[in-house]
């Protein structure tokens, strides 16, 4: 067991669609700092959430130690009826203070705020802030069918509609249309619907060709680097949902592979940002969103 006199172990835990991040300190010290698989994670059964968070705390920690408060942030814990089913589940297993969070939650206090707004836009996108009670409030994330624009798949499929109504209009196929007809491996823009439409995993299988859209900006395409700029206007349109709300979007903390990989993403949403919110300064997330799940955890010891 952990020596009473030292410094309380907090553990931060950051489970991401594809990884999960355990972190473990008492006081500035490194414990434990696990990275792993985030297969097996269901966080709409909260038995299930709670018994899978519980074996990698038990999986990452040394022999002998405990913690004494937990704070997590997960994928797809959506609502906060949804996360605090998990956290009254895991405090039944670990009997110490818990808090859990949706992923994107982590920004902020990853950032070293106290209030702001964090935006990922990953393969998909979700912007999220809390109300001057402390409500949290999240807007977007409905995944590529219906939503997550300026996320990799949602860009994806705003490229394959600029091309198929270019293609409408008679227009010859341009950078953005032969490198999608070449990534889904079909003969010819009218085929990109099946393949689209044929996807299991549509949200990863759209996303993973999200480069084609920048390398044809790159190239010149006039229809790429319109579905780029309508991106980043998406993006700013959810800090512009969450202020319309009443909340604090001063600071928008950043983070999620396409817009901190694609600089063109970025300068879109900024100058959209700027444009729609002027008293909105964003900031790319330079530390791993585990910083942020750390920090709840002090809170709540």
Do not use: N
Request: overall charge negative; some cysteine; glycine content about 12%.
């Amino acid at each position: 067991m952990q020596d009473a006199s030292s410094s309380p172990l907090v553990i931060g835990i950051d489970v991401g669609g594809t990884k999960t991040h355990l972190r473990a300190l008492t006081g500035a010290d490194l414990v434990a700092d696990h990275v792993r698989s985030s297969s097996g994670w269901r966080p709409h059964e909260a038995a299930a959430a709670a018994r899978w968070l519980t074996a990698l705390v038990h999986e990452a920690l040394p022999p002998g130690t405990r913690p004494a408060a937990l704070a997590v942030g997960g994928h797809a814990c959506e609502t906060p009826r949804q996360c605090a089913g998990i956290a009254a589940a895991l405090r039944e297993l670990l009997d110490v203070p818990v808090q859990v969070v949706g992923d994107a939650e982590l920004l902020v206090p990853a950032a070293g705020l106290d209030k702001g707004v964090g935006l990922v836009a990953g393969t998909g996108s979700v912007a999220v802030g809390r109300q001057p009670d402390g409500s949290p409030v999240q807007v977007g994330g409905w995944g590529a069918v219906l939503g997550d624009e300026g996320g990799a798949a949602g860009l994806v499929r705003e490229a394959a509609r600029a091309v198929w109504a270019a293609h409408d209009r008679g227009e010859a196929p341009d950078a953005l249309a032969t490198g999608l007809v070449a990534a889904f491996e079909v003969a010819e823009v009218p085929a990109l619907g099946a393949a689209l439409e044929g996807a299991s995993d549509v949200s990863a299988e759209w996303g993973r060709h999200a480069p084609v859209l920048f390398a044809a900006a790159d190239a010149g395409s006039r229809l790429a680097a319109d579905v780029i700029a309508d991106g980043g206007r998406a993006l700013a349109g959810l800090v512009v949902r969450l202020a319309a709300r009443g909340l604090a979007v001063d600071d928008v903390v950043v983070a999620g592979g396409t817009i901190l990989s694609q600089p063109r993403l970025y300068d879109a949403f900024a100058a959209a940002l700027a444009e729609a919110v002027p008293g909105a300064r964003p900031q790319p997330l330079r530390l791993p969103p585990v910083e942020g799940a750390v920090a709840l955890a002090r809170s709540v010891l």
